[in-house]
């Protein structure tokens, strides 16, 4: 039996992170048609379902174009750019007005502890077929909505060019002039309502560790309880499996279960 009210969260499941995609995860496309499965096969036992979604401009502080060399070249995709790389000169932002801004994000983000700065491929452009939902899991909550007549909100997220965005419950760093960027009150109000919260998604080492993570922070002992991770739906960006492993263990220490989309329903 599963419990009263369950709320399925599901990270950035979009086409770019899937196999063939700007920035693809092994295994993402995989992780969605279970996710896909188990919403057809449990869908009465399924209260709400989350999707957030990337959503970016090219001209972004994590994208090659935000940055340049002493020759005007731009880094690779998976360049880390650090304060100290930024303080010798090795990168400046393209626009001088930028550089105080790019300077101080980088300084926050290292006091924040929270992940160093990555150049990342252009992924998810707003409008571009990479950020859309992965095809069989979009058709899986839509016959769930018409079915059931609800409503899976799509929550976007990574918009604002001057900060990272990883999570969906807030930004690495706020940007004072974009309340998108501080903590989203309304997400963690919804989430606290259910007695198991699904979480599920792309990536395991990057938006769906710092999503729960950031989720746990305003959750209490028992609340954090109520999340499940469905480890059988979720993929760690190539070379980042530490990353991943380090949250899981991190979070199972805090409370949070493990499951599967196979098992949890049983």
């Known amino acids: 039996m599963s419990p009263s009210k369950v709320c399925l969260l599901i990270i950035d499941p979009q086409k770019d992170f899937c196999e063939g995609g700007a920035l693809p995860v092994t295994g993402a496309n995989k992780d969605c048609e279970r996710i896909a499965s188990m919403i057809r096969k449990n869908g009465r036992d399924i209260d709400d379902i989350q999707i957030t979604l990337d959503s970016h401009y090219s001209l972004s502080i994590f994208h090659p174009i935000w940055w340049i060399n002493k020759n005007g070249d731009h880094p690779g995709p998976f360049t880390t750019i650090s304060e100290e790389s930024v303080l010798d000169g090795t990168w400046r932002a393209f626009d001088k007005s930028k550089q105080d801004w790019s300077t101080y994000y980088l300084k926050m983000l290292k006091s924040k502890n929270r992940y160093q700065l990555m150049v990342w491929p252009e992924h998810c452009i707003i409008g571009t077929p990479g950020q859309t939902i992965h095809t069989d899991l979009l058709d899986a909550?839509?016959?769930?909505?018409?079915?059931?007549?609800?409503?899976?909100?799509?929550?976007?997220?990574?918009?604002?060019?001057?900060?990272?965005?990883?999570?969906a419950v807030k930004a690495d760093v706020e940007d004072p002039k974009d309340p998108l960027t501080r903590l989203n009150e309304n997400l963690i109000k919804v989430l606290k309502t259910y007695d198991t919260i699904l979480i599920a998604g792309e990536a395991l080492s990057h938006c769906l560790a710092n999503t729960a993570r950031?989720?746990?922070?305003?959750?209490?002992?028992?609340?954090?309880k109520k999340i499940a991770l469905l480890e059988d739906a979720t993929s760690n960006v190539a070379s980042c499996?530490?990353?991943?492993?380090?949250?899981?263990?991190?979070?199972?220490?805090?409370?949070?279960?493990?499951?599967?989309?196979?098992?949890?329903?049983k």
Request: aromatic share 14%; glycine share 8%.
């Open 214 to 224: 950031d989720i746990v922070e305003e959750f209490n002992v028992d609340q954090i």
């Open 141 to 167: 909550v839509m016959n769930w909505e018409h079915k059931y007549y609800g409503i899976a909100p799509r929550i976007t997220k990574g918009s604002n060019p001057f900060t990272e965005h990883y999570s």
């Open 241 to 265: 499996e530490k990353l991943g492993e380090d949250f899981v263990n991190e979070m199972v220490g805090k409370g949070m279960q493990i499951s599967k989309t196979t098992t949890f329903f």
